[in-house]
């Protein structure tokens, strides 16, 4: 139809109060007539997907992951503090800790915990010199930067432009999906690369093709900024109508479950839809997907407001894993087995309640969710005491744990989930050009990030400075954590000098149990951990060929 | 050959010609690859590369060109929410830059031009309290209809406006001292706070940030409220302590710097110097609409102010607000330095008033601020004692805002977009209906106890909740407290469908009829002077020119114009509104109506 026709017709239609543009229909879809190039996307070599939920606003996770044995917990929070029926039972694992009461659905996904699970718990997650800001604290976890670095970039989105060097194409090919796609108005930072966009918002799945219009007139060349911002929304209208018409056409799977009536609940209902069409097709063509729920700006009548948000949020996680489960597999692929869950906020909040809310704080739990997680708490119960408090970076807050650097948490999530398939190397070099560098910014003067262990994949490889490393290989220590001997296994690639030194988590070496030539080929030592005070360390073997370094926990 | 198709093979080989002159065919198309490639390298830019390009002027100097239409559209555009015909040509009579601009500015002057009276007396008058459970439900039903014809009452003040910044201003105001419609929940409180914007939309920043702090609707919406020291005991509350500095006065860092301008500890401590304001009450009627009261050890409560010394940005003393914010206002003060590290050699007020410039820029002129006219404004905002109304005038005559690459390169907020589409397209809606009070159903079961109200204003509801917030702009109900990011973010996949639909379905009179949202082409086209014995070809130009920032190239411009002459039968042009009817919609769903 010619687009005179469509626009002479002209479509009457009916208008309900509660949906008002968004019922148009039949609205008919014009190509732009460009010739389609060569695909650049879907090059992953695994079907895993992410979805990342962001709690916007700052979660309280003394009240989402509750210390309720400890007495400083009570103290501090004496209107505000859980007990009893506000609580779920205690983790089986971890009698120390239990669930806000809200979260029931999280805890069953808990199970026993204990590495079986499929919730694994971050304590503590943070990053130093932290910002108590809304929204320099939301950039930093978006961007990845260290708090004194500025960047316009978000980590998925360099991680994605890695991956997919010549996005966007000059012309998008029809039937494309998107690379990422966010449930909301405005594209988060997050996705954001320096091409631009790498994914795309959605306000729920659409229902109708979108109108395109005329024949466009070229933009200059050397264009002036009108024209620069000329040719943004032509790319958007150009994205809008194909990436609406790839999802229209998709033959839509079914949800298997009812989910709750939450905004989250049924934008996560929508992803899962997603995901396993697209298994039923060419396996998963967006493998990021964004969903936000706030706000957790609790300064206020917390009680009643995070008892709503940690309720909804883990009726709708249950009931998106439970519907991921039950669609078992497609086309061969494992759908619950392929994605993964993630949530983030820009910072936990003060200890210290204010009388019927908390202010802003610093560090907090996380979550990780799947099939596919090694279930249990990683990590000690955040550190109450007055002094712990008083010495904390920013006075009265948590201090977090270096091992659960937020930029730990995306490293093990590339390592360990999204980049497993191609080889190490190159997943090392991913991570540090996301992370610590590339050819435009600097985001970090790290150049150490750790890869946790995680998920089942246990591709636990350190991610440093020498990924050419090849072969030398340093393993988890056990028993872990440690009292008293615990054995450090590794390979040595090539023979040489080797030093095995262990480090508190403030970077200062305690032991070097090693420190010596030593032959190509396993290797390992038994260290005695017994003199060592409670925490987390760092075991770092350095060798001719490289350096490598693992985290390990000492609990007496 | 049919029109349509000729156009296009014209346009093409226009095009061949500009890019490749003589060389082959195969050449033309390389060249046109590159260019595509270039245009691509450039399409996605998230940041765009800093300050608009071209030959700009970084300060404040006067415009000196010519006046022309195109700058006179442009400074209409840029100040308010569409430009009809008619608006352009009674500004157009003003003959001067500096007539239009005095007259966009003149609502300064509340004497003469005075705020629009509230059009109902439950917008100013607090309810009663209600008990129990059905009751508390209808007044929340009630408070969600009231609070939408607010919002309605509000949009039609954008549309009805005359020359004037006025509502612009408002507008950049609620996303500025940003508080939100659903967590202020009072229909009343909501009113206060959206007039006490429009008082001082030119008025004194100082005295607005003053205002604004003991408002009631900033009071609930950042915990001002909940905020007090009782008995020795503090409960303070650092909400609004911090965003008063991130967002409102200071920002995090001092301009150009990675200095932070304020620490955690400043937070802590204004936040108690800011203790014991308490709403101006919500039972009884207000001491003034726009004041919240200060409890000041008359009403049995001596000690919901802490009287303590805070220590601020390096100043100690028995602080309270209006300390505070003197404090701010003086910022940065060098002896003592606070906090250390902020470069030398800075005026007392340029912390804030940069940043209350940097919002003005990027409200009126490019998302992304140039510091150089930035810092010019900030330094006549000091020489104004915060007075916001010179520094507009200034910018407003600038050449720099009359530079060619500043022409067109904002993108529309949903606000500004339905706007133009209302004002320039026509649309026609019924009067606004305040109902006072707003009425039950009748046709509702009377034996129901829970009342379902009626909507007196379907056809603005459709905008204000079914465009405007489906475009993810809910008017007063921005998506946190720093507001609503725009540039960029104001075009996005998410939202961009809702847009088009929007044009779509308003320009095809395409809406159900209950929401009597109109569009007559015959009229659209009248607009313009002579229409009727107009070229097709001139009517459609001087329409592109009312609604459009850009020169449309002959592909564009040429299916307009074939849109336009759908029934040209005879070489003699009659106006048609048959072919209006098709050159509107057409002309709207062009992405360079997304821009102004």
């Not at chain 1, 631009?196 to 979108?210: E, F, R, V």
């Not at chain 2, 690859?33 to 940041?47: C, P």
């Not at chain 2, 206002?329 to 005026?347: E, L, M, R, W």
């Not at chain 2, 540039?487 to 639909?501: D, I, K, L, P, Y």
Request: with cysteine; aromatic share 10%.
């Amino acid at each position: 139809m010619k687009r005179r026709e469509f626009l002479k017709n002209g479509i009457k239609i009916g208008v309900a109060a509660n949906a008002l543009p968004v019922m148009l229909g039949g609205l008919p879809v014009r190509a732009l007539g460009r010739s389609p190039l060569r695909s650049v996307l879907s090059n992953s070599t695994n079907n895993n997907v992410l979805v990342i939920i962001q709690l916007q606003g700052g979660n309280d996770g003394l009240n989402c992951v509750v210390p309720f044995t400890d007495p400083n917990y009570a103290s501090l929070r004496p209107t505000l503090g859980l007990s009893g029926t506000a609580l779920t039972s205690p983790l089986p694992d971890h009698s120390s800790l239990a669930l806000h009461a809200g979260m029931e659905g999280i805890l069953s996904l808990y199970g026993n915990g204990g590495g079986n699970g499929n919730v694994a718990i971050l304590q503590n997650v943070g990053y130093p010199n932290p910002i108590l800001s809304h929204f320099r604290g939301t950039d930093i976890w978006n961007t990845a930067t260290d708090s004194n670095i500025y960047a316009s970039t978000g980590w998925v989105g360099r991680m994605l432009f890695g991956q997919n060097p010549g996005y966007p194409p000059a012309s998008i090919p029809t039937g494309s999906w998107p690379l990422a796609i966010e449930f909301g108005s405005f594209l988060s930072n997050l996705f954001l690369a320096n091409s631009g966009g790498m994914g795309i918002t959605l306000s729920k799945l659409p229902t109708q093709a979108n109108p395109t219009g005329l024949n466009y007139d070229p933009i200059p060349a050397n264009p002036t900024t009108q024209y620069t911002e000329l040719q943004y929304v032509r790319t958007i209208q150009e994205e809008t109508q194909i990436y609406t018409q790839t999802l229209l056409d998709i033959a839509v799977k079914k949800n298997n479950v009812t989910y709750p009536t939450s905004t989250l609940a049924m934008q996560l209902a929508q992803i899962a839809q997603l995901i396993a069409s697209g298994f039923s097709q060419t396996g998963s063509p967006t493998k990021l997907y964004l969903v936000t729920q706030g706000s957790y700006d609790t300064h206020s009548n917390e009680i009643t407001t995070q008892a709503n948000l940690l309720t909804d949020l883990s009726a709708a996680v249950a009931a998106f894993q439970a519907d991921l489960e039950a669609f078992g597999a497609i086309n061969g692929i494992n759908v619950a087995d392929s994605v993964a869950m993630l949530t983030y906020s820009e910072f936990g909040r003060r200890p210290k309640e204010n009388g019927s809310g908390t202010d802003h704080g610093t560090a907090a739990p996380h979550f990780i969710i799947g099939t596919q997680v090694k279930g249990m708490v990683y990590g000690s119960d955040p550190k109450l005491d007055a002094a712990s408090l008083a010495g904390a970076e920013v006075t009265g807050n948590l201090t977090f744990d270096p091992l659960h650097d937020f930029r730990n948490v995306y490293a093990t999530v590339m390592n360990e989930w999204l980049l497993v398939g191609q080889n190490q190397s190159q997943i090392n070099a991913d991570i540090l050009s996301v992370l610590t560098q590339d050819s435009n910014t600097m985001y970090s003067t790290n150049s150490n990030w750790q890869s946790l262990g995680i998920f089942k994949t246990a591709q636990t490889q350190y991610v440093g400075s020498n990924p050419n490393a090849t072969g030398l290989m340093l393993l988890p220590n056990y028993p872990n954590p440690a009292s008293g001997r615990t054995v450090i296994p590794y390979t040595l690639d090539v023979a040489g000098p080797v030093e095995l030194g262990i480090f508190t988590s403030a970077g200062v070496e305690v032991e070097r149990p090693v420190d010596s030539w030593q032959s190509a080929g396993n290797q390992q030592i038994s260290f005695d951990a017994s003199t060592l005070a409670n925490g987390t360390y760092f075991y770092r073997l350095t060798t001719s060929s490289g350096t490598v370094t693992r985290p390990m926990v000492v609990e007496h | 050959m049919e029109r349509r198709t000729f156009l296009k093979s014209a346009g093409a080989s226009t095009l061949a010609g500009a890019l490749g002159g003589s060389l082959g065919v195969g050449s033309v198309v390389a060249t046109l690859k590159s260019s595509t490639a270039r245009a691509n390298q450039l399409r996605h830019s998230s940041i765009p590369a800093g300050q608009p390009r071209g030959s700009l002027s970084a300060d404040l100097s006067p415009y000196t060109g010519s006046w022309g239409d195109v700058q006179l559209r442009h400074v209409l555009r840029r100040t308010m929410f569409g430009v009809p015909e008619s608006q352009f040509l009674a500004a157009q009579a003003l003959g001067s830059m500096d007539a239009v601009v005095n007259q966009l500015l003149a609502c300064q002057d509340l004497t003469t031009v005075p705020l629009p009276t509230a059009p109902a007396s439950w917008l100013t008058t607090f309810p009663s309290e209600v008990t129990g459970t059905t009751a508390q439900m209808n007044r929340t039903r009630l408070q969600a209809m009231e609070r939408q014809q607010i919002e309605n009452w509000w949009f039609d003040q954008m549309v009805q406006e005359n020359l004037s910044i006025r509502q612009r201003l408002t507008l950049m105001w609620t996303n500025h001292f940003v508080t939100g419609s659903l967590t202020v929940l009072s229909p009343q409180i909501v009113f206060a706070y959206l007039m006490l914007s429009m008082q001082y939309a030119l008025g004194n920043f100082k005295d607005f940030a003053y205002h604004m702090s003991i408002s009631d609707a900033m009071l609930l919406y950042l915990n001002g409220n909940q905020n007090y020291y009782i008995n020795g005991k503090s409960s303070a509350n650092e909400n609004y302590a911090r965003e008063l500095m991130e967002l409102f006065t200071l920002g995090i860092l001092f301009p150009g710097t990675n200095v932070p301008n304020y620490t955690e500890t400043d937070i802590q401590n204004s936040a108690l110097a800011l203790t014991g304001w308490q709403l101006s009450n919500y039972k009884q009627p207000p001491v003034s609409p726009f004041q919240g009261i200060l409890w000041d050890g008359t009403n049995g409560n001596p000690n919901w102010h802490n009287t303590g010394t805070k220590t601020f940005l390096g100043q100690s003393g028995n602080f309270a607000l209006t300390d505070i914010l003197a404090i701010i206002f003086q910022q940065p003060t060098y002896s003592p330095a606070s906090p250390a590290g902020i470069p030398t050699g800075y005026p007392s007020g340029y912390t804030s008033a940069y940043w209350v410039s940097q919002k003005l820029y990027q409200e009126f002129v490019y998302y992304v601020p140039n510091t150089s006219v930035v810092d010019a404004m900030a330094r006549l905002l000091i020489q104004n004692n915060f007075e916001i109304a010179p520094v507009m005038q200034a910018l407003l005559t600038s050449a720099h805002f009359y530079d060619a690459s500043v022409i067109g390169a904002q993108l529309k907020s949903p606000a500004i977009f339905a706007g133009s589409l209302v004002r320039e397209f026509g649309l026609t809606y019924p009067a606004f209906n305040p109902e006072d009070p707003p009425q039950k159903d009748p046709s509702q079961d009377p034996t129901q106890v829970v009342v379902t109200y009626v909507d007196p204003n379907p056809a603005l509801s459709l905008i204000t909740y079914g465009v405007l917030n489906v475009e993810g702009q809910e008017l007063l109900n921005p998506p946190n407290v720093k507001g609503w990011p725009g540039g960029h973010n104001w075009v996005s996949t998410g939202t961009f469908q809702a847009r088009e639909a929007s044009s779509y379905a308003s320009l095809n009179n395409a809406f159900s009829k209950g929401y009597s949202l109109s569009f007559d082409p015959s009229a659209y086209g009248m607009q313009v002077p002579n229409a009727t014995s107009s070229t097709a070809a001139a009517l459609g130009q001087a329409l592109e020119n009312m609604s459009l920032a850009f020169t449309l190239g002959p592909l564009e411009s040429g299916d307009l114009l074939s849109d336009l002459e759908v029934d040209y039968k005879d070489p003699t042009y009659q106006f048609d509104p048959n072919g209006l009817k098709l050159f509107a919609p057409a002309l709207a769903l062009l992405p360079e109506f997304q821009l102004f």
